[in-house]
Every structure is written in structure tokens, then in C-alpha cells.
């Protein structure tokens, strides 16, 4: 069907251009005050101050979303060490932004002026691995497809599988509740959360949850951190909960559709028929198109879009599973349809899905992210509501989709150094927002508040719910210094 | 093997003796404002002050948990009259104690002096099943077994079943974070939340979560309600998540063991090689001896224990994994295995599973229930402290578990009219915790904290994760109105 792509490219992600980052301001007596501090009570090798040096570490890769300078970048190699930096920050009011590799798409790890930037990137041991708990205990700085490496070589399965994988960090991932690929039928990062130990805004080590696979010893805390953002306290070490690894590679069915609208209505027949696919993505052509541009794939581009869906299920339930899949997609109105049975070819599929993202950033574009949520029946009108506002906006956008989530990824494509079209697209993702909340969605499925979902949440979750929030923001981080104004903030 | 039993027996809990309710104290300003107030604000009917009429409404099922007396019991039929009960409350800083059914163990549901028992057993609609969304929405008085028929009629699955399922309702499920014989596969409680409306402390009608399958604006508070209680706010309207209907009756493996200590490595075995049973539960020949009294079951006593495993998977998948269950009992020192192909006949040790609680109740014997929840390679090590503990204390204890999760309900028999042997239970039921927090376990695995794992919670929780669930209470209960005393109260 299709050619096999080379796949874990080096970090392709290009993000917005950091500019220069000031020296801390002579004016700043409090970022003096804690950069003293920190250089008295860390080795000299975790603190650092240069601009150029720093600069990769102020932003994380939301397009255009503000970021300002710190005072320094710290890389603690321990929860002693972090627990030094926030005492120090908290004792002279200085912001605390964390970071793992910075590949979030919402400006959530984006430096603010004055702050001191707490990056986990030397924080990667792999703690302890027990099968017979099935569990993992690891630091925050772990990269997730490095985890799942590790509990693969013991055969267990780590499920969260954003596409920032082979870079993101299993701290980053908590701190955003990441998603991917598997959520649809294995859950989400919070679903694979234990305990966690966490510095409070005061500099105090906790630790919350528990190693048992069951307990309800007080409020969920552990839960309630995930999906913060580093607004209600710093992740030092997070237990994972494991599956057994998968013992036969996943049968694969992929339909091509002439519209979305068919598209949205074949998942809408896969989930109503009660199939329970293991992976359902969404690639529409021009993503196809900018993958073929880049890693000449072969994919075909005649169709308005593909839908991918995997089954896990063991033989022969598998293949009882993939027809169903497969007659659902023809009754929608497939052009095409196929059940795949070459796991390389099956792969190369979910490797086009994977590499759209960088695909549509090689052209050269901005590429300006969207990750509404859905009802599962609401697809199909919220693509055309897309493809509406798009025309409208005179703005290409691309789409990308855990469909079986009803999670779509709108990729609002901008030719740099054009300010009305940059002006264009930024109110049709203002209205990609407004319509998710509109047909009962969300303004973020899985990556999270940060900056640009801010003014989409509030309007979201309405003022009874925003209060909730904001008192328990101030219940656990009273003096603000904890990644102000992101999220609730 | 056994003949099936009857089971969905009238409920047949006893609990402890209410005794006599008093009516509210003359010198209760603050409750004859609010009772003045209820009366005025709601239909005749909602409001009970009759102290007979009310007794059944002040405790729970945990024994010995201590009660006290209400003001006055109302039963609300909508949110809007849930909310107008906490408004008045909050304006008179009367305590409101929130309960379903009463089936909980803890003591959460218990009155305190003076306050407003709410009662949700009238707020029983189910308000919507959406197939296509794989979701329903519900009251909070919904009965646990008449949701899943409802369900049920429509092809879907609602998983989390606790032993109570027959009287206990969503609400209380929720406040609880209830667990049963699913959740070893298919997670608790918490894993089928999708979204929450509740009324806070201020008598505010908030919505939680969403309706869509992944979501992450802001804070996950419908994960923080979730196992609070009734002390973070007054749970109105749940939606939860769905699954669809498994198509085959499960396969049932049973293993007979001579020694509690090979009970716990056959489960520590089937874990460790990756076979993941839909139901892996423990009963100790102490509750298998009580079934055939109360039934005349034919239940074999001449074990220490027997395991039944089930799997669900499709076949042949199914026999595979019954086969490999089968063969880590015997490789664990079962005197006697087999795997069952007869759906009555395992119903029928299901049933027993079921009814050891009630069946031990019905000997006429006070019946404490323990919830401590081990690491499943410590199940073994803690079976011995729990049998060293008993004779110790001259006290029996039988024993049921949820193995597979490692979550053991110590089962403390006590005639009753005996203070001494009252005692003794209490010193068992106190050491037993201690030594579940000592192998690495959780005071509570699925029951709750409420009144009688207070002094375990505080003390596997340590000060800070403690100080952080009090800023919790205070932020959104700043006048502690809900629920007062119970979890961190």
C-alpha cells in the first residue's frame, strides 16, 4: 500500500524564535537576591545565567505564545536539590517555572519575566521497575519512549503514548495529563498515575497516592496534580502503573473517505457498534500531502481524509473485530477500504500520523495548534465547522485526529512574516474554540491550559467551577510563586 | 462442585442499634432556625423530624462507628431543592451530612449532633443513556444494580460492582470511590466519572469534568469530589462512562489451598506472569462455613481458603488464560483446582463471595469490617499478621479479599453483650492497620475513611500530605459545614 517512513527523526520541532534573553535586570533585587541563593546552595554546574544558554529553555513550542526572560535556568540531579531551588524562590517571591523538554503546545512551560526556569531534563533515572506490582517509579526527567524501552525489556507496557514520545518526559506528561495514541481504548496518563512525590510551594517534600493497585486515604491529591501544570507544586519522582506487554502486533484497518463528514460518521458507527479499537486516528490530505513532500511516503492524496483504526484483541477476535471496523467504514461511505495484515506497512500508516505535525512545520509555515475535544457524534459536524471557519479566515487549516476520542487537532498553517494572515488565523482558532464549547466539547483534550486555553477555559467551565479553581490554587500555592498565570492563574 | 445458593436476598445488613433519637435540643437556636427554614423552603414531605421516622437515617453499617443525633432529615427530589437545604445550612452554620443508601463501613454517612442528614434516596432518575457517547447520566439515588440493567437493556457495561450493589446507590458509590470484584480488570469508581454537578459549601449548583471522552481544562475536580465523602460538596447529577456489554459468561477458575500463606504466592504468581483476571477473589473457610450455615450452600470447609479467578476474554483466549490460572494454583500448592464450565455453578461461588458478609452478620454477631489494601506480593506476608493478630487478641477474624487488587477485608467476629471481647476486636482491628501501613499498604482500599480509619489515615499520610487535605477542606468548605469530622475533618 504504502512505502515504510524513517520514523524518531531528531527533534524536527522548530517553535518560536526565543530572541535574545536579557541578563536579569539590575533592577530585580529579588532575582538577585534568589540567584545568590541558588549558587550558594547547589553545585555549580546546575545553575545557569548565560543568555544564549538559555535561551532553548524560556518556551516551550506553542506558537505564538508570550514567554519572558528568567533570571536562570536550574537543572536539579535530586528532590534535595529541588526542594533548595523552591525554598529559595518561595523565600524571595520569585516565580518558579517548571519544565521537563519543553514540547508542550499551549505555552504552559513558558518562562515569565523575573521567574527562575526549573528544568528536569538530568532528573532521568529509572528508579525501580517491579513486575510483580506492575509498577515503575522513575524521575521526572525520564523521556517517555526511554520508559517504555525499559518495562518493554521486562514485558510490561507503559500505554500513554503522546506523539512527542521519543523526546517528551514522563514529568512533563504528568504535569499535562498527556494523551496519545492508545488513550482511546488504554486511558490517559492520569489513568496510569500511582504516587507521586511532589515540593510544595513552601519547599516541602510530600509525598501522595500510594503503590497499591486500590486506596482512598484522604482526597485524591495525586490526581488533582495531574494535568496542573506546575501551578500546584514541583514533580520529583512519579510511580507508574503497568499493563503485560501486548503479546501479538495489532491488526490494522484503513479507510479513505472523499469527505470529513463520512469520516466523522464512520466513528461515530465504530463506537455506537460497541468495537473497542486500540488506536483510531483521523489524517486528512494535506497532511498526507506534506508527509509525502517531506519523506516522499507514497501516500495517496486523493481522498479528503483516511481514517486509521487498530485492534489488539488476540486472534481470531482480532480479525472478527478489524471486518466489523472495515463494514462500518464502507457503510459510512468509504471510497476505499482495507484490513492490513504486513505490521510494517501498518506501521509506516501510523508513522504518517505521527509526522504530520513536523511534516506541515518543514514547509516553513507557523503551524498554530488546536486540541478540541468532542462528543464522539459531534465530529463530524465540528469538521465542518472547520472547514467553515477556515474558508472564512481565508486560512489553511489541516486536520489531525484521535477520532475514536472525539480529540481533533486542528493545524492552523501561517506563512511567517505575514502579519494579516497571522491575525487571520488567530480568530479562526478563537472560533475553533468557541464552536468545541458550542456542540458540547472542551477547548483542551489533552494538551492542556498553559497560555493560549486560558480565555477558552474560562469560558468553559463558567464562574461557579473557575472559583473552585482558583481556591485551590491559592489553598496549595498562597503567594503565587508556582508557574503564575498559566492555567488558572 | 456446589449447588447455587439464593442470592439478592432483602437487604440484610443489620448494623448497630440506632437506639433512641431524641428530638433537637430545646437549646439549638441554630437548629430551629434552619428546621424553620427547610420547612418553609421545601414541599411538606421532604422534611422528617419524627424520631422513629429518622432512625434508620442516622448511621451507617459500620460497627461501633459513633452517630449523633440530627435536627431533622430532609429528602430532596431535585438540585434545586439540594440546594436550597446547604444554603439554609450555610446561613445557619448547621452541619449537612450527606447519604445514599447507608451501606458504607466507615462511618462516613453517620449524623453529628445538630445537623441536617440529606438523604438522595429520592433523587433516583436515570436522566439520559447515550450508546453513541457511551455514556449516562444519573441522580444520585440511582441504585447501583437497577444502572446497570438499564444499561444493560442497551448493550452497555457499567463495571464498578461492590458487594453492595444490590442497595447501594451512585452517589454513594461516588462519594466513596467504590471498588467490588470488576475493578482487579476494570478500575474503580473514579475510572467511570466523566463529569459531576454539585452543590458547594455556599449552596452554589456547580458542573464538574465533561462529557467528552479526554478533557483537561483546569483542575480535575470531579477526580477531587470523587472518595471526599460528602465533605467537599453535595454530588446532585453524575454522568459516568459506559463500556460495552461483554459477550461471553465468563470461565471461572477455583483453587481449594491448605494455607492462607499459598492463597497469597498463587496470586502473587498469576500477577507476576501477566495474566489479568476479570475477578480474583479470596474466602477463608471461616466465610465459607458461615455461607452453609445461613444457605446450606455445600460450600467445602475443609480448606484454609479457596481462590476464584474469572477471565473474560474472548475465546479461545479464555481457556488459555483459565489454563495458566489453573496452572499457578497448582504450582502454588492448591490441594484441589479445576476450571469451571458451568456459569451456574461459578455464579454460585460468587454468590458465596458475595454473601460471607451478610451470612457472618446473620450468626447473630457483631461483624467489624477491615479495607486495608497491600501490595500483592505482601498479600501472603499479611494473611500471617492477620492470623498471628486474631490469636493474639483471642478474637476471630475470617477473611474475604479482593486478592488480585491485595485488598483484604479482615472480617472481626464479636458476640455481642461481650465488652471484653469488644475490646480485644478493637486492639485487632487498631494493630491490623498498622501492620497493612508496615508492609506498604493503605489503611483503606475501597470503604472510606469516615470515622474509623481516621487514626490510619493520619498516620500512613505523614504532616504534609495532611496539611495539604486540610488547605483542600478549608478552601472549599471554609466554614466546615459538610460533613464535619469525617475524613480530614
Not at 87 to 115: E, H, K, M, Q
Not at 414 to 426: C, E, L, T
Request: aromatic letters at 4%; charged letters at 20%; glycine letters at 10%.
Amino acid at each position: 500500500m504504502v512505502e515504510p517512513v524513517d520514523v524518531r527523526p531528531a527533534r524536527p520541532f522548530g517553535g518560536p524564535g526565543p530572541g535574545p534573553v536579557p541578563a536579569p535586570p539590575a533592577d530585580d533585587p529579588a532575582g538577585a537576591a534568589v540567584l545568590s541563593d541558588l549558587v550558594a546552595a547547589l553545585p555549580a554546574d546546575r545553575v545557569l545565567t548565560d543568555p544564549d544558554t538559555i535561551a532553548p529553555y524560556v518556551h516551550d513550542e506553542a506558537e505564538w505564545a508570550d514567554h519572558g526572560s528568567p533570571v536562570a535556568v536550574v537543572r536539579p540531579r535530586s528532590t534535595a536539590e529541588v526542594a533548595a531551588v523552591v525554598t529559595a524562590c518561595a523565600a524571595a517571591r520569585v516565580p518558579v517555572v517548571t519544565r521537563g523538554a519543553g514540547t508542550g503546545l499551549s505555552g504552559g512551560a513558558n518562562a515569565v519575566d523575573g521567574c527562575v526556569v526549573l528544568c528536569t531534563e538530568r532528573m532521568r533515572e529509572i528508579v525501580e521497575i517491579d513486575p510483580g506490582e506492575r509498577l515503575a517509579v522513575v524521575q521526572p526527567g525520564v523521556v517517555n519512549d526511554d520508559l517504555r524501552a525499559a518495562v518493554a525489556a521486562q514485558g510490561l507496557w507503559y500505554p500513554p503514548d503522546p506523539a512527542s514520545a521519543p523526546w517528551s518526559t514522563i514529568g512533563g506528561n504528568v504535569a499535562t495529563n498527556a494523551g496519545g495514541l492508545c488513550c482511546v481504548k488504554y486511558g490517559v496518563t492520569r489513568d496510569y498515575v500511582l504516587a507521586l512525590e511532589v515540593v510544595t510551594a513552601s519547599g516541602e517534600v510530600v509525598r501522595l497516592g500510594r503503590r497499591t493497585a486500590k486506596g482512598v486515604a484522604g482526597y485524591d491529591l495525586a490526581g488533582l496534580m495531574v494535568g496542573s501544570e506546575g501551578t500546584l507544586g514541583v514533580i520529583t519522582e512519579i510511580t507508574v502503573k503497568l499493563r503485560p506487554l501486548r503479546a501479538t502486533p495489532p491488526r490494522t484497518v484503513v479507510g479513505f473517505f472523499d469527505t470529513l463528514a463520512d469520516c466523522g460518521a464512520a466513528v461515530a458507527a465504530v463506537t455506537a457498534r460497541g468495537l473497542q479499537p486500540a488506536a483510531f486516528e483521523l489524517i486528512d490530505r494535506h497532511c498526507l500531502h506534506a508527509v509525502n513532500e517531506w519523506k516522499q511516503a507514497g501516500l495517496p492524496e486523493d481522498a479528503a481524509a483516511l481514517l486509521l483504526a487498530q485492534t489488539d484483541l488476540p486472534e481470531p477476535a482480532a480479525s472478527a473485530e478489524a471486518e466489523a471496523i472495515h463494514a462500518e467504514f464502507v457503510a459510512a461511505g468509504a471510497k476505499d477500504a482495507m484490513m492490513s495484515t504486513d505490521p510494517v506497512e501498518a506501521e509506516a500508516l501510523f508513522d504518517a500520523r505521527r509526522l504530520a505535525y513536523p511534516a506541515l512545520e518543514q514547509r516553513g509555515d507557523a503551524v498554530l495548534t488546536e486540541d478540541v475535544c468532542l462528543p464522539r457524534g459531534r465530529l463530524a459536524e465540528m469538521l465542518g465547522r472547520v472547514e467553515e471557519i477556515a474558508a472564512r479566515h481565508r486560512t489553511l487549516v489541516a486536520n489531525i485526529a484521535h477520532a475514536g476520542d472525539g480529540n481533533l487537532h486542528p493545524l492552523i498553517i501561517v506563512p511567517h512574516g505575514d502579519p494579516a494572515a497571522k491575525a487571520r488565523a488567530q480568530a479562526a482558532f478563537d472560533e475553533i474554540v468557541i464552536a468545541a464549547i458550542d456542540l458540547g466539547g472542551t477547548v483542551t483534550g489533552e494538551h492542556g491550559v498553559g497560555l493560549l486555553k486560558r480565555a477558552g477555559m474560562r469560558r468553559e467551565l463558567g464562574p461557579g467551577a473557575l472559583a473552585m479553581q482558583r481556591a485551590i490554587k491559592a489553598a496549595l500555592d498562597p503567594h503565587d510563586i508556582l508557574n503564575p498565570g498559566k492555567v488558572i492563574g
